[in-house]
């Protein structure tokens, strides 16, 4: 049986290296008492912080898109979660093979599984969000896209956190 890593087990790429360099060069234009918080872990995290949240875009993309697509044959309520697992798998994808490539370990069907399983906080700060503010605020009813933006930037820290400890490791 072949099993396939996904082009995880290959080394990161340059984006990340280069974006690294040039936040440790903006940090040394820092105030000095700033200056000593412009760790190098810091400003890797930061880096990861930012390709998870580019990858969070291309998600909020899919999301969008699967929401005015099916709000008509589903309602909102069914497009939002139908939404989500679309919109969740987009960003599990970009997020193993850029964001933490290199990272993690196992057949993707169960790192796929646990990146839905282990963020279920975030699902509930997005959707949550998602469902008061369609439910209440008729801007977001007529259109969508506010109540989704607002779901993503809700739930991103969360999974970014639970992302980086549990799920690509």
Not at 56 to 65: H, S
Not at 91 to 112: C, E, I, M, Y
């Amino acid at each position: 049986m072949i099993r396939t890593t996904f082009y995880t087990d290959r080394p990161p790429l340059t984006t990340d290296h280069t974006m690294h360099a040039l936040l440790l060069r903006l940090a040394n234009q820092l105030p000095p008492p700033a200056r000593q918080f412009a760790t190098p872990d810091r400003v890797a995290t930061l880096v990861q912080f930012l390709m998870f949240g580019t990858a969070g875009a291309v998600g909020f993309l899919a999301d969008t898109a699967t929401v005015y697509t099916l709000r008509y044959s589903l309602g909102l309520y069914g497009a939002g979660m139908v939404a989500y697992v679309v919109a969740a798998t987009v960003t599990w994808l970009v997020n193993r093979v850029w964001t933490f490539r290199g990272q993690g370990s196992g057949p993707a069907h169960r790192q796929w599984a646990r990146f839905l399983v282990v963020n279920l906080g975030g699902f509930v700060l997005n959707r949550g969000t998602y469902a008061i503010l369609v439910t209440f605020v008729p801007l977001c009813a007529a259109e969508p896209v506010y109540a989704v933006g607002a779901g993503a930037v809700a739930g991103m820290f969360l999974n970014f956190s639970l992302s980086r400890t549990m799920v690509f490791r």
